[in-house]
């Protein structure tokens, strides 16, 4: 057999190593992805290395898994690309290498199919300090084609992983996962609700069998895209296994320039915490832009008074937020048209005068000399039929007339230029005519059709308002959690992480979402005693250190507290303003817990000189007492200076003398990360917060 000729590339840094090899000018397939290599390893070797067998009942060569699997190479799982021309015929190009370019941290690959007159592009960097894979594929072609199908840079996984963790989730339930085992054929994640969504962030994590938060190997993927997406993750017959990220199928218009959003990867051989580590990371200081520093705390006024705004009930509301420590006052729905209710008003961005006849000059005045910024609700893309707009403009409508709606609302046409400066204008007007810092944007339903011209409309609109008002901060909000992703976090600062401010729920949901995100991006509010969503009625104390975890706020009515309660928020603000100017900046690593009814985490400074403990009880514990909660990420020689922050909290059931109850623990990091912490036993529904030092 002659040889063919490679080309290798090497992508790589001191966590990770991935490896492309292009075989006879064709796609260029990942021969290696794991950990970092030895310098002088011979990516040449590694690529003939990589050559599978052929045997009985197989075609003559293996067909590549290349970074855009082709049909035209007999590939026999799911192509990289599906496209037609413009009369319906299947397009199956074989493309070859026409060029390269490297630049400090990637490489740009350029193939081409002559014949078809296609070019396909692939984008490949590997950020430097954060350790993410950035992938995007481009493909252009000469005439106009349709492009049903086309993945970002397409990556290989080992057998021997086995499992993957998929994300579901529904509203007030974000970020569900779900561990499944790898098995012969695709799992398909085709999101057709034209948005991030509640059931559907876009991202995975394949692991194996051992793989914990703390330990193990973890390869996770995430796709930068606030619209549909379709996820295949598939086992060949052969046993190779695949990994595709791109656009929702069809939801793109024909055309001759297609693009992927970017695909960001990472492999650690640290179990989830090690490639949480990277996305959060990345997340906070290379992607979002404007964030305010410190994180003020946040009131928002939704749950305390829901549409019956009144001038001066909200100045009281405000006056008795800043009295528990907000910085930060945010006016909800409510305040614009004729808005009494969910049936009407929204896309007239006019400031109702029924409700504030001097304007909302008044009560900004107010907030602002209580020394607190001022925000505002809109949900720019939606549309009532029982308003101004919709009356003028019924053919600015996304979808048919027949469609069903959604909480009484349409959708309005981001792919039109008149439909994106209308809202810039009435966004402006409100943004120039009132002080005005921050911006709650919502969008509270699924869309009629999938067309990736509406996310692209949207994020012209937000590229336009912060540039034109950069110092106002955006919070990216969709029924809480449905539209979470690495490119809305391009635009904004912030993401309401769910609908639910039931403190229990939130524990599961901020856990699993710091798979992805850090906590000064991470929106968590104090919420009503009796819970507006879940109706379940929980104590103030675990109320208020759950949102301690992340970016703190507050949605009650202040009103209804207790001498007690605000007594005790606080107490516990005051503790997360003292410590937000690291915790903002911390990893959160979620821990392993042995009692499945306590979700614990640990929350670890930069420079590794402090941490935070939040180990939280959500229901009964199996056995009597306590299991120790072992730390990570610690220097297992180092001393640290241990002490339960919140210790005055034991209930008088406990009756022993566990030696935190009473006084600090000073210990190495070996112990803690070996043996653990050994907590007093308490209530179901509380919170234990231990913060440490390095001595």
């Not at 305390?304 to 001038?311: M, Q, R």
Request: charged share 25%; glycine share 8%.
């Amino acid at each position: 057999m002659i040889s063919q000729p490679v080309k290798t590339w090497h992508l790589g840094d001191r966590h990770q190593s991935l490896v492309l090899a292009s075989f006879d000018n064709r796609l260029p397939e990942a021969v290696y992805w794991g950990p970092a290599l030895p310098t002088g390893e011979s990516t040449e070797t590694l690529s003939a290395a990589a050559k599978l067998d052929v045997t009985g009942g197989m075609v003559d060569e293996n067909a590549a898994i290349s970074l855009c699997p082709e049909a035209s190479q007999t590939f026999s799982g799911q192509a990289g690309l599906a496209a037609r021309s413009r009369d319906g015929n299947p397009l199956a190009p074989a493309f070859r290498l026409e060029s390269e370019a490297a630049s400090e941290h990637g490489l740009t690959l350029v193939f081409a199919d002559k014949t078809l007159n296609l070019t396909l592009v692939f984008d490949l960097t590997l950020t430097p300090g954060t350790s993410l894979l950035k992938l995007q594929t481009r493909l252009e072609s000469a005439d106009v084609i349709q492009v049903d199908w086309l993945a970002a840079p397409v990556l290989p996984v080992p057998a021997h992983t086995g499992e993957m963790i998929e994300f579901s989730g529904r509203w007030c339930a974000e970020f569900l996962t779900n561990r499944l085992p790898f098995a012969p054929g695709a799992r398909v994640r085709d999101n057709r609700t034209g948005r991030t969504d509640h059931a559907h962030f876009p991202g995975l994590i394949v692991c194996n069998r051992a793989t914990t938060n703390t330990q193990g190997e973890a390869y996770a993927f995430h796709y930068g895209w606030s619209g549909g997406h379709r996820m295949v993750a598939e086992e060949l017959a052969d046993g190779r296994r695949q990994v595709q990220f791109g656009h929702a199928s069809g939801s793109e218009a024909a055309g001759c320039h297609f693009v992927t959003a970017p695909l960001y990867a990472t492999y650690s051989q640290d179990g989830l915490n090690g490639t949480a580590v990277r996305f959060q990371r990345h997340l906070r200081d290379s992607i979002i832009e404007g964030a305010r520093a410190p994180r003020p705390v946040h009131y928002n006024c939704w749950e305390a008074v829901y549409f019956d705004h009144k001038i001066d009930e909200l100045k009281e509301i405000a006056s008795r937020a800043a009295g528990l420590g907000a910085e930060r006052f945010v006016l909800d729905d409510g305040w614009f048209g004729r808005r009494d209710d969910d049936t009407s008003s929204l896309g007239d961005w006019v400031i109702d005068a029924r409700k504030y006849p001097d304007g909302l000059t008044p009560l900004i005045d107010h907030v602002k000399s209580l020394g607190l910024e001022f925000g505002i609700w809109f949900e720019p893309e939606m549309v009532n039929e029982n308003s101004e707009l919709y009356r003028a403009h019924p053919d600015w409508v996304l979808g048919p007339a027949d469609q069903i709606r959604g909480r009484q609302q349409l959708v309005l046409n981001m792919a039109r230029e008149d439909v994106r400066a209308y809202l810039h204008a009435q966004i402006a007007a409100v943004l120039k005519d009132n002080d005005i810092g921050y911006i709650k944007w919502d969008h509270n339903r699924v869309l009629p059709v999938v067309e990736a011209a509406q996310t692209e409309g949207l994020y012209r609109l937000l590229d336009q308002l912060r540039a034109e008002f950069p110092q106002v901060e955006i919070e990216s909000c969709s029924s809480g959690g449905g539209r979470i992703d690495f490119g809305i976090l391009e635009r904004t600062q912030r993401v309401w992480l769910s609908d639910s401010n039931d403190a229990l729920e939130r524990q599961r949901i901020q856990h699993d979402a710091a798979l992805f995100l850090p906590a000064s991006v991470t929106g968590s509010h104090v919420g009503p005693r009796h819970c507006h969503t879940s109706g379940r009625t929980l104590d103030i104390r675990i109320r208020a250190w759950t949102a301690a975890q992340r970016h703190m706020g507050f949605e009650m009515d202040p009103r209804e507290l207790t001498g007690e309660e605000a007594e005790i928020l606080q107490k516990v603000t005051s503790w997360w303003k003292d410590n937000r100017g690291w915790m903002m900046r911390a990893d959160i690593l979620r821990l392993d817990s042995s009692d499945p009814a306590v979700i614990a985490e640990q929350q670890l400074a930069e420079d590794g000189s402090r941490f935070a403990v939040f180990a939280a009880l959500t229901r009964p514990s199996d056995q009597i007492l306590p299991h120790p909660v072992r730390l990570t990420g610690l220097d297992p020689a180092a001393t640290y200076r241990l002490t339960l922050a919140n210790r005055d909290d034991a209930p008088r059931l406990s009756r022993g003398t566990p030696l935190l109850k009473t006084q600090d623990l000073q210990t190495s990091g070996q112990y803690l990360m070996s043996h653990g912490v050994t907590l007093p036993w308490r209530f179901p529904e509380t919170v234990w917060v231990l913060e440490g030092h390095r001595i």
